[in-house]
């Protein structure tokens, strides 16, 4: 059975940095490529970043909000992705998924990971 | 501004069928599969269908999908009151190189 969770959430005062954690069972890392989505308070969906497989050049990729005060880093040994944010800003306040999506019918989600910024 | 556009919300009667509509552009639905999920609050998104009507196992067929152009639709037939949820559209977008989102449809059963 494939399961995703995700943990580290918390809350952090505007400027501030956490970790978020994804560890994966069920299926081999290496081979997936691993996402993380966030939703705000009431909102909608966002994509936050991808961090590609090793077959598809193990690149990752970040959406114009987080693209250099977030990093996406995997360590495939664990079975778990690390989502590295930095200069953290009230409106990253969010639950924050990691999932195996978009790779066809291979879509699986965590049940999220709640981050508050706030002082 | 969601770069996909759906419409807040929408709603139907049991048994009836419902469309939910997503408009995006040539560098996202042009060019690349859209994805479907179904979201309960309190709950993680789920994936309805995607590509020509490709659904994980356990989706019913009363799920379905239609695209042209640069548009895709939603539908859903013999409305059930627990499809009462929130809709999302999604694509690879080229040009920004990124996922992106519609910005939710509300269905209500009525």
């Known amino acids: 059975e494939v399961q995703v969770v995700e943990s580290g959430g918390g809350l952090v005062e505007p400027g501030g940095s956490l970790r978020l954690s994804c560890t994966v069972s069920?299926?081999?890392?290496?081979?997936?490529?691993m996402t993380w989505v966030r939703q705000a308070p009431g909102k909608g969906l966002e994509w936050i970043g991808r961090?590609?497989?090793?077959?598809?050049?193990?690149?990752?990729d970040y959406a114009a909000p987080v693209k250099g005060r977030f990093t996406i880093v995997r360590d495939d040994s664990k079975d778990t992705v690390y989502l590295e944010m930095t200069s953290l800003k009230i409106e990253d306040t969010a639950l924050y998924y990691c999932?195996?999506?978009?790779?066809?019918?291979?879509?699986?989600w965590g049940q999220g990971t709640l981050v508050t910024v706030s002082s | 501004q969601s770069v996909l556009t759906q419409p807040p919300s929408a709603s139907g009667t049991p048994g009836q069928r419902v469309t939910i509509s997503c408009s995006g552009s040539?560098?996202?639905?042009?060019?690349?599969?859209v994805y479907w999920y179904q979201q309960f609050p309190g709950m993680a998104p789920k994936l309805l269908v995607y590509k020509n009507n490709q659904r994980p196992s356990g989706v019913p067929d009363r799920f379905s999908d239609s695209k042209s152009g640069t548009s895709d639709s939603l539908a859903i037939s013999g409305l059930r009151s627990e499809d009462e949820a929130d809709y999302y559209c999604?694509?690879?977008?080229?040009?920004?190189?990124?996922?992106?989102f519609g910005g939710g449809t509300k269905l209500t059963v009525l």
């Open positions: 040539s560098s996202n639905i042009g060019s690349n599969y």
């Open positions: 069920g299926f081999i890392l290496t081979n997936a490529g």
């Open positions: 961090s590609k497989s090793k077959n598809d050049g193990a690149t990752t």
């Open positions: 999932t195996t999506a978009p790779y066809g019918l291979f879509d699986y």
């Open positions: 999604a694509a690879w977008d080229d040009s920004l190189s990124g996922w992106v």
